[in-house]
Protein backbone atom coordinates (compact mmCIF):
# COMPACT_ATOMS: atom_id res chain seq x y z
CA UNK A 1 0.00 0.00 0.00
CA UNK A 2 1.48 3.39 -1.27
CA UNK A 3 1.46 6.55 1.44
CA UNK A 4 -0.45 9.01 1.87
CA UNK A 5 0.76 12.44 1.43
CA UNK A 6 0.17 14.48 4.17
CA UNK A 7 0.68 18.24 5.04
CA UNK A 8 2.12 19.57 8.43
CA UNK A 9 1.19 23.15 8.69
CA UNK A 10 2.98 25.53 10.89
CA UNK A 11 3.83 28.38 12.17
CA UNK A 12 1.69 31.21 11.09
CA UNK A 13 1.26 35.40 11.40
CA UNK A 14 -0.34 34.82 15.29
CA UNK A 15 0.99 35.51 18.35
CA UNK A 16 1.35 31.60 18.79
CA UNK A 17 4.07 31.45 16.22
CA UNK A 18 6.64 30.14 18.73
CA UNK A 19 4.34 27.70 20.04
CA UNK A 20 3.37 26.42 16.93
CA UNK A 21 6.54 25.43 15.86
CA UNK A 22 7.02 23.55 19.15
CA UNK A 23 3.99 21.86 18.37
CA UNK A 24 4.91 20.31 15.34
CA UNK A 25 8.03 18.86 16.13
CA UNK A 26 5.72 16.82 18.46
CA UNK A 27 3.09 15.99 15.95
CA UNK A 28 5.60 14.62 13.08
CA UNK A 29 7.95 12.63 15.76
CA UNK A 30 4.41 10.57 16.72
CA UNK A 31 3.41 10.02 13.29
CA UNK A 32 3.17 6.70 11.59
CA UNK A 33 5.32 7.73 8.79
CA UNK A 34 4.68 4.13 7.29
CA UNK A 35 1.67 5.19 6.70
CA UNK A 36 2.05 8.91 5.78
CA UNK A 37 4.64 10.96 3.61
CA UNK A 38 4.71 13.76 5.64
CA UNK A 39 5.22 17.08 3.83
CA UNK A 40 6.51 20.25 6.02
CA UNK A 41 5.03 23.48 5.26
CA UNK A 42 5.97 26.43 7.29
CA UNK A 43 4.29 30.10 7.53
CA UNK A 44 6.02 32.89 8.48
CA UNK A 45 5.17 35.76 10.74
CA UNK A 46 4.83 37.01 7.48
CA UNK A 47 2.55 34.85 6.25
CA UNK A 48 4.92 33.77 3.38
CA UNK A 49 4.53 29.88 2.84
CA UNK A 50 7.57 27.59 2.62
CA UNK A 51 8.68 24.09 2.40
CA UNK A 52 10.61 23.04 4.70
CA UNK A 53 12.39 19.92 4.53
CA UNK A 54 12.64 18.56 8.18
CA UNK A 55 11.79 19.26 11.98
CA UNK A 56 15.61 19.84 12.26
CA UNK A 57 15.03 22.61 10.61
CA UNK A 58 12.38 23.81 12.77
CA UNK A 59 14.74 23.00 15.76
CA UNK A 60 17.39 25.34 14.82
CA UNK A 61 15.11 27.82 13.74
CA UNK A 62 16.40 28.29 9.93
CA UNK A 63 13.63 26.65 8.19
CA UNK A 64 12.71 30.51 7.28
CA UNK A 65 15.36 30.03 4.94
CA UNK A 66 14.02 27.82 2.60
CA UNK A 67 14.06 29.06 -1.44
CA UNK A 68 10.91 26.45 -2.10
CA UNK A 69 7.37 28.82 -1.82
CA UNK A 70 4.74 26.35 -1.24
CA UNK A 71 0.33 27.11 -1.66
CA UNK A 72 -2.42 24.76 -1.28
CA UNK A 73 -4.47 25.24 -4.66
CA UNK A 74 -7.91 26.07 -3.82
CA UNK A 75 -8.91 24.35 -6.50
CA UNK A 76 -11.35 21.06 -5.33
CA UNK A 77 -10.43 19.07 -8.71
CA UNK A 78 -6.84 19.02 -7.92
CA UNK A 79 -6.24 18.68 -4.20
CA UNK A 80 -2.50 19.43 -4.73
CA UNK A 81 0.28 21.73 -3.31
CA UNK A 82 1.85 23.91 -5.48
CA UNK A 83 5.78 24.23 -4.85
CA UNK A 84 7.34 27.40 -6.38
CA UNK A 85 10.95 27.84 -7.13
CA UNK A 86 13.00 29.40 -9.62
CA UNK A 87 9.86 30.10 -12.15
CA UNK A 88 8.95 26.55 -11.65
CA UNK A 89 5.88 25.23 -9.91
CA UNK A 90 5.12 21.45 -9.52
CA UNK A 91 2.27 19.97 -7.96
CA UNK A 92 2.34 17.57 -5.42
CA UNK A 93 -1.10 15.87 -4.47
CA UNK A 94 -2.42 16.13 -0.93
CA UNK A 95 -4.93 13.24 0.71
CA UNK A 96 -4.73 15.15 4.22
CA UNK A 97 -3.85 18.57 6.15
CA UNK A 98 -2.96 18.16 9.86
CA UNK A 99 -2.97 22.10 10.73
CA UNK A 100 -0.70 22.64 13.82
CA UNK A 101 -1.57 26.10 13.81
CA UNK A 102 -2.80 28.11 17.10
CA UNK A 103 -4.06 31.28 17.37
CA UNK A 104 -5.40 34.29 14.39
CA UNK A 105 -5.37 32.82 10.87
CA UNK A 106 -4.66 29.26 12.12
CA UNK A 107 -7.38 27.98 14.99
CA UNK A 108 -10.22 31.27 13.63
CA UNK A 109 -11.33 29.27 10.74
CA UNK A 110 -9.63 31.09 8.11
CA UNK A 111 -7.01 28.66 6.74
CA UNK A 112 -10.39 26.05 7.56
CA UNK A 113 -12.08 27.62 4.79
CA UNK A 114 -9.31 26.94 2.23
CA UNK A 115 -9.19 23.34 2.71
CA UNK A 116 -12.87 23.37 2.44
CA UNK A 117 -12.29 25.27 -0.60
CA UNK A 118 -9.70 22.25 -1.67
CA UNK A 119 -12.25 19.58 -0.55
CA UNK A 120 -8.70 18.11 1.19
CA UNK A 121 -9.37 16.32 4.37
CA UNK A 122 -8.03 17.75 7.44
CA UNK A 123 -7.69 17.31 11.05
CA UNK A 124 -9.57 19.65 13.43
CA UNK A 125 -12.62 21.73 13.62
CA UNK A 126 -14.49 23.37 10.71
CA UNK A 127 -14.81 26.65 9.91
CA UNK A 128 -17.83 27.73 11.95
CA UNK A 129 -16.35 25.94 15.39
CA UNK A 130 -12.90 26.88 14.95
CA UNK A 131 -14.07 30.65 14.51
CA UNK A 132 -16.68 31.12 17.23
CA UNK A 133 -14.56 28.88 19.66
CA UNK A 134 -11.55 31.32 18.66
CA UNK A 135 -13.48 34.52 19.70
CA UNK A 136 -14.40 34.91 23.10
CA UNK A 137 -17.17 37.01 23.13
CA UNK A 138 -18.99 34.84 20.49
CA UNK A 139 -18.29 31.71 22.54
CA UNK A 140 -19.33 33.26 25.55
CA UNK A 141 -22.88 34.17 23.71
CA UNK A 142 -22.81 30.12 22.44
CA UNK A 143 -22.16 29.03 26.04
CA UNK A 144 -24.90 31.16 27.71
CA UNK A 145 -27.44 30.07 25.87
CA UNK A 146 -26.42 26.36 26.97
CA UNK A 147 -26.60 27.01 30.40
CA UNK A 148 -23.29 26.43 31.81
CA UNK A 149 -21.92 28.66 34.19
CA UNK A 150 -18.95 31.13 33.08
CA UNK A 151 -17.19 34.16 34.38
CA UNK A 152 -19.36 37.51 33.85
CA UNK A 153 -17.96 39.90 31.67
CA UNK A 154 -17.98 43.50 29.84
CA UNK A 155 -17.39 43.58 25.88
CA UNK A 156 -15.01 46.43 24.93
CA UNK A 157 -13.98 47.37 21.22
CA UNK A 158 -11.27 49.31 20.54
CA UNK A 159 -12.66 52.01 18.74
CA UNK A 160 -14.56 52.41 21.45
CA UNK A 161 -11.75 53.32 23.69
CA UNK A 162 -10.84 57.06 23.11
CA UNK A 163 -13.00 57.60 25.00
CA UNK A 164 -11.36 55.38 28.14
CA UNK A 165 -13.02 57.13 30.80
CA UNK A 166 -16.45 55.89 30.04
CA UNK A 167 -15.03 52.04 29.29
CA UNK A 168 -13.40 52.31 32.79
CA UNK A 169 -16.90 53.17 34.41
CA UNK A 170 -18.41 50.48 32.66
CA UNK A 171 -16.05 47.73 33.65
CA UNK A 172 -15.87 49.61 37.41
CA UNK A 173 -20.01 49.88 37.24
CA UNK A 174 -20.30 45.84 36.52
CA UNK A 175 -17.96 44.21 39.00
CA UNK A 176 -15.30 45.09 41.50
CA UNK A 177 -11.59 45.03 40.78
CA UNK A 178 -9.25 42.69 40.35
CA UNK A 179 -10.39 42.05 36.52
CA UNK A 180 -9.15 39.88 34.00
CA UNK A 181 -8.32 41.76 30.25
CA UNK A 182 -8.53 39.09 27.08
CA UNK A 183 -8.03 39.97 23.81
CA UNK A 184 -11.01 38.44 22.33
CA UNK A 185 -9.73 36.41 19.43
CA UNK A 186 -5.88 36.03 20.55
CA UNK A 187 -5.12 32.72 22.01
CA UNK A 188 -2.00 31.56 24.14
CA UNK A 189 -2.49 34.07 27.55
CA UNK A 190 -1.08 36.42 24.73
CA UNK A 191 -2.22 39.93 25.77
CA UNK A 192 -3.63 38.87 28.65
CA UNK A 193 -3.39 40.65 31.75
CA UNK A 194 -4.78 41.04 35.37
CA UNK A 195 -5.96 44.58 36.93
CA UNK A 196 -6.40 45.31 40.40
CA UNK A 197 -7.01 48.77 40.07
CA UNK A 198 -7.85 51.61 37.25
CA UNK A 199 -4.41 52.42 35.86
CA UNK A 200 -3.75 48.93 35.54
CA UNK A 201 -7.21 48.53 33.70
CA UNK A 202 -6.43 51.46 31.38
CA UNK A 203 -3.08 49.90 30.66
CA UNK A 204 -4.35 46.37 30.12
CA UNK A 205 -7.17 47.52 27.75
CA UNK A 206 -4.29 49.58 25.71
CA UNK A 207 -2.51 46.24 25.53
CA UNK A 208 -4.96 43.98 24.46
CA UNK A 209 -6.24 46.24 21.72
CA UNK A 210 -2.68 45.68 20.48
CA UNK A 211 -3.60 41.89 19.72
CA UNK A 212 -7.40 42.35 18.83
CA UNK A 213 -10.28 45.05 18.17
CA UNK A 214 -12.68 43.02 20.37
CA UNK A 215 -12.17 42.92 24.10
CA UNK A 216 -13.19 40.97 27.21
CA UNK A 217 -13.20 42.54 30.56
CA UNK A 218 -13.76 39.47 33.04
CA UNK A 219 -14.63 38.94 36.64
CA UNK A 220 -12.17 36.97 38.79
CA UNK A 221 -12.84 33.84 39.75
CA UNK A 222 -11.54 31.93 42.28
CA UNK A 223 -10.38 28.74 41.96
CA UNK A 224 -8.46 25.41 40.62
CA UNK A 225 -7.78 26.62 36.87
CA UNK A 226 -8.62 23.05 35.27
CA UNK A 227 -8.44 21.46 31.66
CA UNK A 228 -10.42 18.94 29.97
CA UNK A 229 -9.85 16.97 26.49
CA UNK A 230 -12.10 15.90 24.22
CA UNK A 231 -12.38 13.75 21.28
CA UNK A 232 -14.74 12.92 18.04
CA UNK A 233 -17.49 14.92 16.48
CA UNK A 234 -19.17 14.09 13.46
CA UNK A 235 -20.43 10.40 12.81
CA UNK A 236 -17.73 9.45 16.05
CA UNK A 237 -19.18 9.93 19.66
CA UNK A 238 -17.41 12.48 21.79
CA UNK A 239 -15.54 11.59 24.37
CA UNK A 240 -13.87 13.55 27.05
CA UNK A 241 -10.79 12.33 28.85
CA UNK A 242 -10.06 13.06 32.13
CA UNK A 243 -8.73 16.29 34.08
CA UNK A 244 -5.83 18.24 34.78
CA UNK A 245 -4.81 20.60 36.38
CA UNK A 246 -2.62 23.72 36.01
CA UNK A 247 -0.29 24.90 38.99
CA UNK A 248 1.09 28.30 37.71
CA UNK A 249 4.39 29.78 38.86
CA UNK A 250 3.03 33.49 38.33
CA UNK A 251 0.17 35.10 39.81
CA UNK A 252 -2.18 34.20 36.72
CA UNK A 253 -1.07 31.32 34.17
CA UNK A 254 0.44 33.89 31.25
CA UNK A 255 2.31 33.13 28.24
CA UNK A 256 4.92 33.53 30.38
CA UNK A 257 4.43 31.32 33.01
CA UNK A 258 3.38 28.71 30.59
CA UNK A 259 5.96 28.24 28.32
CA UNK A 260 8.80 30.08 30.13
CA UNK A 261 8.62 29.53 34.11
CA UNK A 262 9.94 25.63 34.80
CA UNK A 263 8.06 26.52 38.06
CA UNK A 264 4.75 25.61 36.16
CA UNK A 265 3.48 22.35 36.48
CA UNK A 266 0.42 20.43 35.68
CA UNK A 267 -1.50 17.65 37.14
CA UNK A 268 -3.37 14.88 35.53
CA UNK A 269 -6.35 13.84 37.48
CA UNK A 270 -6.23 16.45 40.88
CA UNK A 271 -7.72 15.68 43.72
CA UNK A 272 -11.60 18.32 43.19
CA UNK A 273 -14.32 18.93 45.52
CA UNK A 274 -17.30 16.96 45.18
CA UNK A 275 -17.99 15.56 41.60
CA UNK A 276 -16.87 18.60 40.04
CA UNK A 277 -14.39 16.55 37.83
CA UNK A 278 -17.73 14.70 36.22
CA UNK A 279 -19.50 17.87 36.14
CA UNK A 280 -16.36 19.47 34.04
CA UNK A 281 -16.10 16.33 31.60
CA UNK A 282 -20.08 16.82 31.10
CA UNK A 283 -19.93 20.31 29.97
CA UNK A 284 -16.74 19.75 28.28
CA UNK A 285 -18.53 17.93 25.94
CA UNK A 286 -21.64 20.26 25.61
CA UNK A 287 -19.67 23.29 25.03
CA UNK A 288 -17.69 20.95 22.27
CA UNK A 289 -20.61 20.24 20.35
CA UNK A 290 -22.40 23.50 21.10
CA UNK A 291 -20.01 25.44 19.18
CA UNK A 292 -20.25 22.02 16.15
CA UNK A 293 -16.80 20.79 17.44
CA UNK A 294 -14.82 18.08 15.50
CA UNK A 295 -11.98 16.17 15.81
CA UNK A 296 -10.15 17.87 19.31
CA UNK A 297 -10.92 20.88 20.94
CA UNK A 298 -9.36 21.02 25.18
CA UNK A 299 -12.19 22.92 27.30
CA UNK A 300 -10.78 24.60 30.30
CA UNK A 301 -12.46 26.51 33.73
CA UNK A 302 -12.34 27.18 37.03
CA UNK A 303 -13.73 24.69 39.84
CA UNK A 304 -14.03 26.71 43.00
CA UNK A 305 -13.29 25.67 46.66
CA UNK A 306 -17.00 24.69 47.10
CA UNK A 307 -16.90 22.33 43.68
CA UNK A 308 -18.53 24.86 41.52
CA UNK A 309 -17.44 24.78 37.96
CA UNK A 310 -16.99 27.44 35.74
CA UNK A 311 -16.24 27.38 32.51
CA UNK A 312 -13.11 29.83 30.78
CA UNK A 313 -12.80 29.00 27.54
CA UNK A 314 -12.40 26.56 24.43
CA UNK A 315 -9.10 25.94 21.96
CA UNK A 316 -10.14 24.13 19.28
CA UNK A 317 -5.89 23.59 17.98
CA UNK A 318 -4.24 22.98 21.54
CA UNK A 319 -1.05 22.74 22.03
CA UNK A 320 0.80 19.32 21.68
CA UNK A 321 4.66 20.88 22.59
CA UNK A 322 6.28 18.53 25.35
CA UNK A 323 4.40 19.95 28.17
CA UNK A 324 1.02 20.95 26.84
CA UNK A 325 -2.17 19.02 28.40
CA UNK A 326 -4.06 18.03 25.70
CA UNK A 327 -2.11 14.92 24.70
CA UNK A 328 -0.75 14.45 28.72
CA UNK A 329 -4.55 13.57 29.74
CA UNK A 330 -5.04 11.05 27.12
CA UNK A 331 -1.79 9.48 27.63
CA UNK A 332 -3.12 9.40 31.03
CA UNK A 333 -6.20 7.73 29.66
CA UNK A 334 -3.71 4.32 27.86
CA UNK A 335 -3.80 6.38 24.51
CA UNK A 336 -0.07 6.99 23.59
CA UNK A 337 0.74 9.72 21.04
CA UNK A 338 1.49 8.17 18.00
CA UNK A 339 -1.79 6.60 18.54
CA UNK A 340 -3.72 9.98 19.70
CA UNK A 341 -2.27 11.29 16.36
CA UNK A 342 -3.25 8.35 13.92
CA UNK A 343 -6.70 8.39 15.55
CA UNK A 344 -7.20 12.40 14.99
CA UNK A 345 -6.16 11.82 11.02
CA UNK A 346 -7.88 8.64 10.82
CA UNK A 347 -11.38 10.94 11.68
CA UNK A 348 -10.21 13.62 9.39
CA UNK A 349 -10.82 11.21 6.15
CA UNK A 350 -14.98 10.53 8.07
CA UNK A 351 -15.19 14.35 7.69
CA UNK A 352 -16.19 13.44 3.55
CA UNK A 353 -18.50 10.52 5.11
CA UNK A 354 -21.27 12.55 6.47
Known sequence: MSKLNLVALFGGQSSEHVVSCMSVQNV??????????????????????????????????????????????PDATEKCLLLMKDGNVEKVPVDVVFPVLHGLYGEDGTVQGIFELAKIPYVGCGVLA????????????????????????????KEEM??????????????????????????SSRGVSRADNREELIAGLIEAARHDRRILVEEMIVGHEVECAVYGGGLE??????????????????????????????????????????????????IFKGVDGYGLSR????????????????????????????????????????????????????????
Open 28 to 73: VANMNTEKYNVILVGITEEGRWLKVDSTEEIKNDTWRESKVSAALS
Open 162 to 187: HDMEAMVARVENAFPYPVFIKPSNAG
Open 130 to 157: SAVSMDKLSTKIIVNSLGIRQAAFVAIF
Open 299 to 354: VDFFVEKDGGVVFNEINTLPGFTAISMYPMLWEARGISKPQLVDALIDHAFKRYER
Open 237 to 286: EVRASGVGEILAAAEFYDFDAKYNNAESKTVVDPELPGNAAEIVREAAVK
